[in-house]
């Protein structure tokens, strides 16, 4: 069989609705769309805040919007070009939030969500964010680092929302001028895991068990059933009882 070019990437990705909100039968406010455009590899992921009234539908929307744009937008080819048009992407999804708000007669708030922007390409990797979310990547050059931080805001278990954040200020904003072997992408209810210390940094033995997961992992129906199955695991569970939503992604070349 011929093998895959650098350009072509291989992800795995699945959301599970946390303990808490299974014992008060909310559905999961988390989502995550991927798309490959070309040599590229688009991900977005968001996690609606449990207090909004239409979390669910929010995260939804920014996730396709911010996908659906990125895939027009797609003609580019350097750093400069992807950075512009990430944050465009989060323009256009911060714009269909609140026009779904309107729509609804309804609060910009009821549609609070976080949502995190990555773009892999063969020679570079940008990555834009608002919220808690975080992503860990590795390349050839570094083995283990945080891509995108969580943004915990001015006080405890608080962030920053899509809805009412100045992207002008508030997007913060990631350039790796290489490109990312393997990353993980995930929402803030598995940073007790993922992430360590005060200073949050990638806890590498969880960081390489889903390194390890997403080489040996096969594309297909059985990839996320069995990454679900993990997200519900009891060792997951002890730690956290929020929505689960996790991205694995790297070329597939590293992985044949």
């Known amino acids: 069989m011929e093998e895959p070019n650098q ?14 909100h299974e014992r008060l039968g909310v559905p999961c406010q988390d989502s995550a769309r991927v798309s490959r455009v070309g040599d590229r590899l688009h991900i977005a992921v968001a996690d609606g805040a449990g207090s909004a009234k239409y979390a669910e539908l929010a995260s939804q929307i920014a996730t396709r919007s911010a996908l659906r744009y990125l895939s027009q ?22 714009t269909s939030v609140l026009r779904a708000a309107r729509l609804k007669r309804s609060n910009p708030r009821d549609f609070a969500t976080t949502l995190s922007i990555i773009v892999l390409s063969p020679s570079f990797t940008v990555a834009t964010q608002i919220g808690d979310g975080a992503s860990v990547a590795k ?5 283990t680092f945080l891509l995108l931080a969580p943004d915990r805001g001015e006080y405890v278990n608080a ?4 809805h009412n954040s ?15 072997t393997f990353l993980a992408s995930f929402t803030d209810g598995l940073i007790p895991v993922a992430l ?6 990638p806890h590498e033995p ?19 059933s069995n990454l679900k199955s993990f997200l519900r695991s009891e060792r997951l569970r002890e730690r956290t009882s929020d929505d689960l939503t996790l991205v694995l992604a790297g070329p597939w070349n590293l992985s044949d």
Not at 77 to 92: L, N, R, T, Y
Not at 159 to 162: A, I, N, V
């Open 73 to 94: 937008k797609s003609v580019y080819c350097d750093v400069a070009s992807a950075i512009e048009q990430v944050a465009g992407a989060m323009k256009k999804a911060q």
């Open 166 to 180: 100045n992207l002008d200020t508030d997007l913060v904003t990631a350039v790796r001028n290489e490109r990312v």
């Open 7 to 20: 350009s072509c990437w291989k992800v795995h990705f699945a959301s599970v609705t946390g303990d808490s």
């Open 206 to 224: 969880f960081i390489d068990s889903l390194s390890s997961f997403w080489l040996a992992a096969k594309e297909g129906g059985r990839a996320r």
């Open 196 to 201: 360590a210390g005060v200073d949050k940094h």
């Open 139 to 143: 390349t050839a050059t570094c083995s």
């Open 159 to 162: 962030t920053s929302f899509l």
